[in-house]
């Protein structure tokens, strides 16, 4: 029995814990920019203090990212996860019968049936493609309804009958995906099954949390110690809307919270009420909602 004691003390010395292994803790500062690629010839961008940058997985080529983590960023790519959308290169791929009706406001984009066998080989290669170009994390967007979705079936109209259990399988499977290239994730809104989801993903990324009134339901998972990277889109974007309710409103400390145009271009302000606007390059121009 000692013996046996022994050895599994001794194997448990080996064993981390994989958030010990994270790369991302509360309160770490961001930029975002899914419009454009971080032109990286004029490094050092701006913000230079803001350690994490989340950028476009199919816009952004693995130059890019090698010279972001050479200069000490960590990098997340970001991806729809949830809709097929039809300016992408893979768009043709997705079955017929995997896809649903069309998001709300977004005309080129359709909801994509996440259990399907077919919508995972493409989610797969996704992944894969972040992880070959040196990706640290990924932000998989679109992978559940808002609860008032959820709850109301004449808002639940995506054509597939997702649910909540649906989009809680899809991210684990994608965190399991993930960890086979070295890769973390994140979870995209979906305030019904954050708390069921602490445990699986790194960081959250929160849209307009402030503006609906709903930040303080982050409180557990930053309690965990985890960041949840934080979106508002004030109108006009200038440093006094630091000031407002984007920055103070109930349960945004210790949030980190940057506000930024709905385009999620170059130009961000931050809390302190600084001001930049990254340099930016290329990219695919999304089409405008509605």
Avoid at 171 to 185: D, H, L
Wanted: charged share 20%.
């Amino acid at each position: 029995f000692f013996k046996m004691l022994a050895s599994l003390l001794w194997a448990a010395l080996f064993v981390v814990p994989s958030w010990a292994q994270s790369q991302f803790v509360k309160g770490q500062k961001w930029q975002i920019i899914l419009t454009g690629v971080p032109d990286v010839s004029k490094s050092p961008l701006p913000p230079t203090d803001a350690p994490v940058w989340d950028i476009d997985l199919f816009d952004s080529d693995a130059a890019t990212i090698t010279a972001l983590k050479a200069t000490g960023k960590i990098v997340i790519c970001y991806f729809s996860a949830g809709t097929v959308e039809d300016w992408r290169s893979d768009a043709k791929e997705f079955p017929a019968g995997d896809v649903g009706k069309v998001l709300p406001q977004w005309p080129n984009e359709k909801w994509i049936r996440t259990g399907s066998t077919k919508v995972r080989d493409i989610m797969a290669k996704r992944i894969k493609l972040a992880g070959d170009k040196g990706c640290d994390a990924i932000d998989p967007d679109n992978i559940a309804l808002s609860e008032a979705q959820l709850t109301d079936p004449q808002q639940n109209d995506n054509g597939l009958n997702l649910q909540s259990a649906d989009a809680i399988s899809y991210i684990q499977w994608m965190a399991t995906e993930a960890a086979k290239y070295s890769m973390e994730i994140g979870l995209k809104n979906a305030l019904d099954i954050v708390d069921t989801l602490t445990p699986t993903v790194s960081f959250a990324v929160n849209e307009q949390c402030a503006q609906l009134s709903e930040c303080d339901r982050y409180a557990s998972f930053l309690a965990s110690g985890k960041p949840v990277f934080h979106i508002e889109y004030p109108t006009p974007l200038n440093a006094a809307a630091a000031k407002g309710v984007s920055c103070t409103g109930p349960g945004t400390a210790g949030m980190s919270s940057i506000l930024k145009n709905l385009a999620l271009d170059g130009p961000a302000v931050y809390c302190d009420g600084s001001v930049v606007d990254t340099p930016t390059k290329g990219g695919t121009s999304p089409p405008r909602p509605t």
